[in-house]
């Protein structure tokens, strides 16, 4: 057989609690295998005292491959039978056993074919890889690789030194020779020496620069089953000035979970394991290439201990020294930070609306050929804090190449501005950049934004040198509010009609809660002739010590967080309309007559914050100033002021349009002023729980000062009486496109003063004209109007 010798040798014992559990007949074979003699090698044993059926290949040197398969064995009484086939590799060899086929008769249980035991009572295949000695009595101290039985065949294995055997038991009356079959192949050990051997372990070893520049990385018995219960380091040392990288080109361990808590393979960016960790893996990976930061990396695998063999194969990975990787100093230069194991990535965080500048690789020196590097641009994001990333570059050159003029045929410079990176969605960019920069207008590459907190670049240098880019970029306060944002970056925000007739507007972040510390701005400009009308949808704003009064909305009710609105006069005035908070909502807001618009301001304090408001505008032709309805009342001494149709219920607007508004106008002689009394009040709403979102009533009453903002229903006991400051007031109904109907109101004025001596009738500390109490009309809250039959007083 040539430098293979083929010999029988006898059955080395399984260990001890094997034999008791599975292997009765075993028993007699282990005791004279231990029987006092002189020390036999396997390949010398001695054969068996049962018919001989085990087989040996033993290397000679050389390399050197062949084939075995199962024995023919007759068995009628079904006697327990075992073979060893045994595999010795010469010195500087490794043996390489492959199963081809196997039909092992029998079924493992669950677990089995990773090595439980007790599995495959009747017939079944063991497996040392492990052995250390070439003893026959090395196999009971061997690590135990796994029993198998059943059609699927072991994986290959590698043994861990020169020797590797395999145990065939069967009881079964007949054993055909197809049972399984395999090859062997003895390979050269020196691969798997990667380096310079650490004395006294068994596969840790020191890989310097000085002797190899490039080389293997292999787990100890790749490609077959890597042993458990071991813990190899390989230490790499490189010249001042280079870098090491490591490629993976297969990665195949067992999977415990994501944090990796069984096997594993640890790479350190230093000397040793008191570096920093660039990562651990497990499981399969795949494209994984790592650099180190500077000359020195360590990798360390270790696997855990076990009753169950794993069926990984462990890593091939191929390692070079070189001076020729990108230099990181454009990044540590420059306010970025490296991306350990990545050759030139970088990070940069924001530092509240800091602002800084991004570099190509060598930069300022033209960039390196055949290099990507990726840039992760990341703003603020937390429970107060939301920023985008603009960028704007200052210089720019990557050469497009040939033949697409039109393209970036060699290198480009990728932007991803929606957080792609976080799917590796890297083949959906927004902007592929490459060409000669211009500085416009436009300019090109043009300013870029990114749509949330997140900007990334992946530049790739292609084949072609260039000058490079350097680019500068700000973080800027993400609000995500529509709108025309101030060029400043505050939050303040313009609506203009001849932009857009109708949109929306919210606070900062809606629907999340908005960020404290805030102050936001909404202004909203109507073209001449227009009005515009603000509907709220949805309005909830912190008020803890929120000083409710139903209808009146001032500064002393919000004191915490609050929005406020003001019309706008084009000559620059300002009329207030109320602060708001709590979730009492605003009700319709539209600008009058002639006005140049609305503004509405949100102001946050330090403290808890809420999800805050969503609104709409819409912009329309003007109105006369009395609106849809409404009047101009004066030169009497009373009157009556109903709401739309009444005592019909009100009605929504017409469809399509913003609001139905109608504007009273109250004016009494001078010196006089002007009490109001709300006989009857439903409108939809609530002054304290929910506001008055579709429909609302604002009285004009007191100067200076917001209006009354009234909705919700007025019980019969309740008194909504008002007296005028001046001898004016103005009534304003809006209702909203949203609106469902109520019942409506019905309210009376009456002209009075506030000379209550030697008056004949007087109410709320004014006195009633005369002519009152002649009306029939209920002038005075809580009195009600004399019957239609009652004698009324002379003078009447």
């Known amino acids: 057989m040539g430098v293979v010798e083929h010999l029988g040798v006898p059955a080395a014992r399984l260990p001890p609690s094997v034999i008791k559990k599975n292997c009765p007949a075993a028993i007699a074979i282990a005791k004279e295998a231990t029987e006092p003699s002189s020390p036999a090698s396997i390949a010398d044993a001695s054969p068996t005292k049962l018919p001989k059926c085990d087989e040996s290949f033993v290397s000679r040197g050389g390399a050197v491959s062949g084939s075995f398969h199962a024995p023919e064995l007759v068995n009628p009484s079904n006697t327990s039978r075992q073979c060893l086939y045994t595999f010795v590799a010469a ?25 439980e035991l007790p599995a495959c009572m009747h017939e079944y295949m063991d497996i040392y ?16 690789g796994g029993r198998y039985c059943g059609p699927i065949p072991p994986r290959r294995r590698v043994s861990l030194h020169r020797a590797l055997a395999l145990a065939f038991y069967t009881d079964k009356p007949y054993t055909p020779p197809t049972l399984f079959t395999g090859t062997y192949r003895f390979i050269n050990s020196s691969e798997f020496e990667v380096g310079t051997p650490v004395p006294n372990t068994l596969c840790s070893f020191v890989i310097e620069a000085s002797k190899r520049k490039t080389g293997l990385l292999l787990s100890p018995t790749y490609p077959g089953i890597y042993p458990k219960d071991i813990s190899c380091n390989y230490q790499f040392i490189g010249q001042p000035g280079q870098r090491i990288r490591l490629e993976f080109r297969d ?21 040793d394991n008191s570096s920093a960790v660039i990562g651990t893996y497990c499981g399969q990976q795949r494209n994984l290439v790592l650099y180190s930061s500077d000359e020195r990396l360590l990798v360390s695998f270790y696997t855990l201990p076990r009753a169950a063999n794993t069926q990984n194969r462990g890593f091939k990975g191929i390692f070079e020294f070189s001076e020729s990787f990108v230099k990181l100093d454009f990044i540590s230069k420059h306010d970025a930070e490296h991306i350990r194991g990545s050759e030139c990535d970088q990070k940069i965080l924001s530092k509240k609306e800091s602002t800084g500048f991004v570099y190509h690789p060598n930069y300022p020196f033209p960039y390196i050929q055949k290099v990507v590097c990726r840039y992760f641009i990341y703003g603020m994001q937390d429970s107060q804090n939301l920023e985008r990333v603009r960028l704007e570059f200052q210089n720019f050159s990557i050469p ?15 932007v991803y501005l929606r957080g792609q990176e976080a799917t590796d969605s890297y083949d959906k960019h927004d902007a592929e950049l490459c060409g000669e920069g211009e500085p416009g207008p436009p300019a090109f590459p043009p300013p870029l934004l990114s749509d949330g907190p997140r900007l990334v670049m992946v530049f790739s240098s292609g084949e072609l040198q260039g000058r490079g880019f350097k680019a500068k970029y700000t973080f800027e306060t993400e609000y995500r509010v529509p709108g025309t944002a101030a060029p400043g970056g505050e939050c303040a925000f313009t609506y203009r009609s001849e932009a857009k007739k109708r949109g929306e507007f919210n606070s900062p972040r809606y629907p999340s809660n908005y960020p404290s510390r805030t102050d936001c701005s909404y202004t909203l400009v109507a073209a001449p002739n227009e009005q515009v009308t603000v509907v709220f949808d949805h309005f909830k704003v912190k008020a803890d010590a929120w000083n409710a009064t139903a209808g009146l909305y001032g500064g002393a009710t919000c004191s915490e967080d609050w929005v406020e609105a003001w019309w706008t006069g084009r000559e620059g005035s300002r009329v207030p309309l109320g602060r708001w908070c709590g979730p009492a909502t605003p009700g319709p807001l539209q600008s009058p007559r002639g006005a140049l618009g609305l503004l509405l301001h949100l102001h946050t304090n330090n403290d808890a914050v809420a999800s805050g408001f969503k609104a709409r505008y819409i912009f329309e032709p003007a109105k006369s100033i009395f609106g ?20 019909a219920p009100y009605a929504a607007p017409a469809r399509g349009a913003a609001s139905r508004v109608c504007n009273w106008f109250v004016t009494a002689r001078p010196g006089k002023r002007l009490l109001l009394n709300f006989q009857l009040f439903a409108v939809e709403g609530h002054l304290i729980d929910r506001g008055c979102p579709a429909a609302v009533l604002r009285l004009w009453y007191e100067s200076p000062g917001p209006p009354l903002e009234l909705c919700g229903e007025k019980a019969p006991s309740d008194r909504w009486q008002y007296l005028s400051s001046s001898n004016s007031i103005r009534l304003s109904f809006i209702i909203a496109d949203k609106s469902v109907g109520a019942a409506g109101w019905r309210a009376i004025w009456t002209e009075v003063t506030t000379e209550t001596e030697g008056c004949e009738n007087s109410c709320a500390g004014a006195c009633l004209p005369r002519a009152a109490a002649c009306s029939g009309l209920q002038h005075c809250a809580g009195a009600h109007p004399a019957p239609a039959a009652a004698p009324k007083p002379p003078h009447c």
């Open 91 to 115: 010195p500087g060899q490794r043996v390489l056993v492959e199963i081809r086929t196997f039909n092992l008769r029998g079924k493992p249980p669950d677990g089995a074919a990773v090595g």
């Open 129 to 144: 890889s492990e052995m250390t000695s070439l003893e026959a009595s090395e196999l009971v101290n061997s690590a135990f």
């Open 251 to 271: 990665f195949d361990l067992f999977f415990g979970g994501p944090h990796c808590p069984f096997d594993w393979v640890r790479v350190y960016d230093g000397p």
């Open 400 to 414: 497009k190449g040939e033949p697409k003029p039109d393209s970036c045929a060699d290198g480009y410079l990728k």
């Open 628 to 647: 849809d309805c409404g009047g101009n009342m004066s030169g009497a001494e009373y009157g009556v002021i109903t709401s739309p149709l009444h005592p």
